[in-house]
């Protein structure tokens, strides 16, 4: 049990500090389109290893001698994971496009930040 | 391989697919809800075949099973992207010289061009803004990684080589 507590420890600590680059990212990048590079980015792998953490965490701890409706609950984590693979460059790429063709200029180096 | 088979093969793996689906977010296994699994996934199965399943069954396999080696190097990528952005972003200078890029492949089907246009959002420094017949329009966050689809084309490649378009 000790040994699951560690390595869902650190699935969910790797996430988190992915989650937190991407806010810092955000943050700190000059314009639209670099914060969105942070964002689109950081966020896939932060959300999808914080939920594998949870899916390890389900599939050692809750589902030996559960119900088959619990059982299928780190399946549906599985769907999640792969939901979001592709849902999350898919509406990076739809914001991307939209500010682009509203005339959002992209920073160049050297330029103020906006 | 006649076109009325075709369509009824494509019925058949998205009713085959949708149901699978049902039972596994149900969960529940008594006659009313699978019953009213088997009808649904039938009703959208008839109506929406066509979305999931749009060429014939041959090469289908090799496909499906290229396409599952490339997601376990797309994943490797996202992970090195991940780290790419952590970099620039926690770097004191932030190393970030941002360009567009325009480049053309030989890809044409939507899917090619799909997985095509999400690997490069996915992968370092990339984000793809738009796509015309074929047209990749690209926003780099720096020289290198826009070369990296410039000059060494490695995810061109792959993905032509899944999708056996060249």
Redesign the interface.
């Known amino acids: 049990m000790v040994l699951i507590d560690v390595i869902v420890t650190l699935f969910l600590a790797a996430g988190i500090?992915?989650m937190l680059?991407?806010v810092?990212?955000l943050l700190?990048?000059?314009?639209f389109?670099?914060r969105?590079?942070?964002t689109?980015?950081?966020d896939?792998?932060g959300e999808v290893l914080i939920i594998a953490g949870l899916l390890l965490y389900h599939l050692f701890v809750y589902s030996p001698g559960a119900e088959?409706?619990v059982k299928?609950v780190p399946?549906?984590l599985l769907?999640l994971i792969i939901f979001i693979?592709?849902a999350n460059?898919?509406a990076?790429?739809a914001i991307?496009?939209a500010a682009?063709k509203t005339g959002v200029k992209?920073?160049?180096?050297g330029e103020e930040r906006r | 391989m006649n076109a009325k088979s075709g369509k009824g093969f494509g019925i058949l793996v998205t009713f085959c697919a949708l149901f699978l689906f049902w039972l596994?977010?149900s969960?529940?296994?008594d006659a009313l809800h699978v019953g009213a699994g088997i009808i649904c996934s039938a009703i959208i199965a008839l109506i929406s075949h066509d979305l999931l399943v749009k060429e014939k069954g041959d090469k289908m396999l090799s496909k499906s099973f290229k396409f599952v080696i490339y997601l376990g190097w797309e994943l490797w990528q996202?992970?090195l992207?991940?780290f790419d952005?952590?970099y620039?972003?926690?770097h004191p200078k932030?190393p970030?010289?941002?360009?567009?890029i325009e480049f053309d492949t030989s890809l044409r089907s939507d899917f090619a061009l799909v997985t095509l246009?999400?690997s490069i959002?996915?992968t370092p420094?990339t984000?793809?803004?738009?796509i015309k017949d074929g047209k990749f329009?690209v926003?780099a966050?720096a020289k290198k990684p826009a070369d990296a689809l410039l000059v060494d084309k490695t995810m061109q490649n792959k993905v032509a080589d899944v999708f056996m378009e060249w």
Do not use: E, Q
């Open positions: 500090f992915f680059t991407g810092i990212g700190r990048f000059p314009d389109y670099t969105l590079h942070a689109g980015k950081c896939t792998l088959l409706s299928l399946v549906k769907f693979f592709l460059p898919t990076t790429h991307m496009k682009y992209p920073w160049k180096l | 596994l977010l969960g529940i296994f996202i992970v992207a991940n952005v952590a620039r972003v926690l932030m970030i010289d941002p360009l567009i246009a999400n959002t996915l420094g984000i793809t803004i738009d329009l926003h966050i």
